[in-house]
């Protein structure tokens, strides 16, 4: 659809959405200049230079206070930048603001002044899209270097171009002023991107008064790698299943793979059969404990250095979830067990033995998490550490569109598995965890006590399973070889990964392969909060916020 008929298109007629879709379109008056639907929202038309006083309206008068995701991609005639807006109140209230601008003009208002998240949001969709967004307060590169020429997305771009990076290996260091302008009184410091202390190859550009923090500046990119793109060159069907498990590659593969499996499966139609629901639901939460116990360990690390006790203790029952996985899928990292439609194989046999090893291992859970709040949340120096640090208030975690864990320990009751409900959940008996402490023990609190829940999601999903008909045991779906959704189909559809809100952005085109795939990290999200956390905290309080925060920069990068 072109620029000039996106504008002057009259609402489709649908007979689900409309009505929210009219009613918004009146809220917005003459600020919308055209209309779509996507799946699962209406879609409204902005005007690039008006899209702060749309987006303040949506937020402030219709309640939609979590930006969860931006979209920025370029067509034959047009940019287009798509704001995926919904509640977190009620999650499943979703609207799509569009905002194409001229492919000689592409100069679009920045979204940051509503929604603190569009910040680097935004800075990707200029990196890689090439969008200029104007009043943003920081527009420059953030996975790729500043001498980088082009943006790699745009239908122009030369990837055979010669790229020249700066080297600087005989500079002296001290050279430059690495002091704040006019304080003699601060210094500059680099921390990371060495990978041990910085949770994977992270940057944080530190200004410090002392050990104060006053300034601070999370530069990631180091590990981009090019994901959706993967994703744009595979075919649903068969190709893009196996990338999922490599964005969190530490535990959450299992909850990636149903990110992608959900977008694409509500994207073509295609009903799970209720079997095969059970066992993703089940391998899902033996995931999220996976996670949420190398996150136990690892700040445990962070904060005190307990590296013989908690560290190998939070690794011995991580690493029985990983043996159940394997049994499960073949596999202990890269797992590819789902399938659209299902999963690719049922439980392994003997089912006996295999109930009886998942059994086990949650009889020896309260004992174990027992022995962690010993250990732990009991331990002074931990309390000292983090009760009171790192403090994210609940509106400014929403505003820079925090999820998961990290906003639930900010008092946000809000989850997807419950909020927008998907596999079996709404059918099994379980708590969504919330702290109100907004610092870091809260955070560590709702991930210890998340485990308690996710064992008992597990122990449900057993007892469903070993007492399922043998000939009802349906593992997939009758999904077609090759699927094509029609063109100009788009969607996001998410899922409550172990850090968050993991959410896939498609739009067909009419073939096998999708036209744009974005990738919503919470990691990305969540990492933004940082700053927030630390500034005006001393050094060691920021390396326990950032601990809390439980990122993977194989997410956060893509």
Same mark, same amino acid.
């Given at each position: 659809?072109?620029?000039?008929?996106?504008?002057s298109?009259?609402?489709?007629?649908?007979?689900?959405?409309?009505?929210?879709g009219?009613?918004?379109?009146?809220?917005?008056?003459?600020?919308?200049?055209?209309?779509?639907?996507?799946?699962?929202?209406?879609?409204?038309?902005?005007?690039?230079?008006e899209?702060?006083?749309?987006?303040?309206?949506?937020?402030?008068?219709?309640?939609?206070?979590?930006?969860?995701?931006?979209?920025?991609?370029?067509?034959?005639?047009?940019?287009?930048?798509?704001?995926?807006?919904?509640?977190?109140?009620?999650?499943?209230?979703?609207?799509?603001?569009?905002?194409?601008t001229?492919?000689?003009?592409?100069?679009? #208002?920045? =979204?940051?002044?509503?929604?603190?998240?569009a910040d680097?949001?935004?800075?990707?969709?200029?990196?890689?899209?090439?969008?200029?967004?104007?009043?943003?307060?920081?527009?420059r590169?953030?996975?790729l270097?500043?001498?980088?020429?082009?943006?790699?997305?745009?239908?122009? @771009?030369?990837?055979?171009?010669?790229? !020249?990076?700066?080297?600087?290996?005989?500079?002296?260091?001290?050279?430059?002023?690495?002091?704040? =302008?006019?304080?003699?009184?601060?210094?500059?410091?680099n921390? %990371?991107?060495?990978?041990?202390?910085?949770?994977?190859?992270?940057?944080?550009?530190?200004?410090?008064?002392?050990?104060?923090?006053?300034?601070?500046?999370?530069?990631?990119?180091?590990l981009?790698?090019?994901?959706?793109?993967?994703?744009?060159?595979?075919?649903y069907r068969?190709?893009?299943?196996?990338?999922?498990?490599?964005?969190?590659?530490?535990?959450?593969?299992?909850?990636?793979?149903?990110?992608?499996?959900?977008?694409?499966?509500?994207?073509?139609?295609?009903?799970?059969?209720?079997?095969?629901?059970?066992?993703?639901?089940?391998?899902?939460?033996?995931?999220? !404990?996976?996670?949420?116990?190398?996150?136990?360990?690892?700040f445990?690390?962070?904060?005190? %250095?307990?590296?013989?006790?908690?560290?190998?203790?939070?690794?011995?029952d991580?690493?029985?979830?990983?043996n159940?996985?394997?049994?499960?899928?073949g596999?202990?990292?890269?797992?590819?067990?789902?399938?659209?439609?299902?999963?690719?194989w049922?439980?392994?046999?003997?089912?006996?033995?295999?109930?009886?090893?998942?059994?086990?291992?949650?009889?020896?859970?309260p004992?174990a998490?027992?022995?962690?709040?010993?250990?732990?949340?009991?331990?002074?120096?931990?309390?000292?550490?983090?009760?009171?640090t790192?403090?994210?208030? *609940?509106?400014? =975690?929403?505003s @820079?569109?925090?999820? %998961?864990?990290?906003?639930?320990?900010?008092?946000?009751?809000?989850?997807?598995?419950?909020?927008?409900s998907?596999?079996?959940?709404?059918?099994?008996?379980?708590?969504?965890?919330?702290?109100?402490?907004?610092?870091?023990?809260?955070?560590?609190?709702?991930?210890?006590?998340?485990?308690?829940?996710?064992?008992?999601?597990?122990? #449900?999903?057993?007892?469903?399973?070993?007492?399922?008909?043998?000939?009802?045991?349906?593992?997939?779906?009758?999904? *077609?070889?090759?699927?094509? *959704?029609?063109?100009?189909?788009?969607?996001?559809?998410?899922?409550? %990964?172990?850090?968050g809100?993991?959410?896939?952005?498609i739009?067909?085109?009419?073939?096998?392969?999708?036209?744009?795939?974005?990738?919503?990290?919470?990691?990305?999200?969540?990492?933004?909060?940082?700053?927030?956390?630390?500034?005006?905290?001393?050094? *060691?309080?920021?390396?326990a916020?950032?601990g809390?925060?439980?990122?993977?920069l194989g997410?956060?990068?893509r």
């Open positions: 659809m072109s620029l000039e008929e996106q504008q298109d009259e609402p489709a007629e649908l007979e689900s959405g409309v009505s929210r009219d009613e918004l379109a009146d809220l917005l008056g003459d600020l919308v200049v055209g209309r779509e639907e996507h799946m699962n929202a209406p879609g409204l038309v902005i005007r690039p230079d899209v702060q006083d749309a987006l303040f309206k949506l937020r402030d008068e219709a309640g939609f206070d979590h930006l969860s995701c931006v979209t920025a991609q370029e067509y034959e005639d047009r940019y287009e930048s798509v704001y995926h807006l919904t509640k977190f109140d009620d999650r499943t209230d979703e609207v799509s603001v569009v905002v194409p001229s492919k000689d003009n592409p100069v679009s #208002q920045s =979204a940051e002044p509503v929604y603190r998240t680097w949001h935004e800075r990707e969709a200029y990196d890689l899209v090439g969008i200029q967004y104007e009043d943003h307060p920081d527009l590169r953030i996975l270097p500043e001498t980088w020429q082009g943006h790699p997305l745009g239908l122009d @771009y030369d990837q055979d171009r010669p790229q !020249i990076a700066t080297l600087r290996e005989h500079a002296n260091p001290l050279e430059e002023d690495h002091r704040a =302008a006019g304080d003699n009184n601060t210094m500059y410091i921390i %990371g991107p060495h990978h041990p202390a910085t949770h994977g190859v992270l940057h944080v550009e530190t200004v410090v008064d002392g050990e104060q923090v006053v300034d601070l500046d999370a530069d990631i990119g180091y981009h790698r090019c994901e959706e793109q993967m994703c744009q060159q595979g075919t068969h190709q893009i299943m196996p990338y999922p498990d490599r964005w969190d590659y530490i535990s959450a593969g299992l909850l990636n793979e149903w990110a992608y499996a959900r977008t694409a499966e509500d994207l073509a139609d295609i009903e799970v059969p209720e079997y095969a629901q059970i066992i993703r639901t089940m391998g899902a939460e033996l995931c999220r !404990i996976a996670s949420h116990m190398i996150a136990l360990g690892t445990a690390l962070d904060v005190y %250095g307990d590296f013989t006790a908690i560290f190998m203790y939070a690794m011995r991580r690493e029985i979830v990983q159940i996985l394997e049994d499960l899928t596999q202990r990292m890269m797992f590819n067990y789902f399938r659209l439609g299902g999963v690719v049922d439980l392994p046999e003997p089912r006996e033995e295999f109930f009886e090893k998942v059994r086990d291992f949650l009889d020896g859970l004992q998490l027992e022995e962690y709040h010993d250990m732990i949340t009991s331990n002074e120096i931990l309390q000292a550490r983090t009760v009171g790192g403090v994210l208030p *609940p509106e400014v =975690a929403k @820079y569109g925090a999820t %998961g864990p990290v906003a639930r320990g900010s008092g946000i009751d809000y989850d997807l598995r419950r909020d927008d998907y596999g079996y959940y709404d059918e099994l008996d379980w708590d969504v965890v919330v702290e109100d402490g907004c610092d870091n023990f809260s955070r560590l609190l709702v991930r210890m006590r998340e485990v308690e829940e996710s064992a008992k999601i597990i122990q #449900q999903c057993v007892d469903l399973l070993e007492d399922w008909p043998e000939d009802e045991r349906n593992i997939q779906a009758n999904v *077609p070889r090759t699927l094509k *959704p029609e063109e100009d189909t788009e969607i996001y559809r998410a899922v409550e %990964g172990a850090k809100e993991l959410g896939i952005y739009r067909a085109d009419g073939t096998d392969k999708p036209a744009r795939f974005k990738i919503r990290s919470p990691c990305f999200s969540n990492l933004q909060t940082l700053p927030e956390m630390s500034e005006g905290e001393y050094i *060691p309080d920021m390396i916020s950032l809390s925060l439980d990122i993977v997410e956060v990068d």
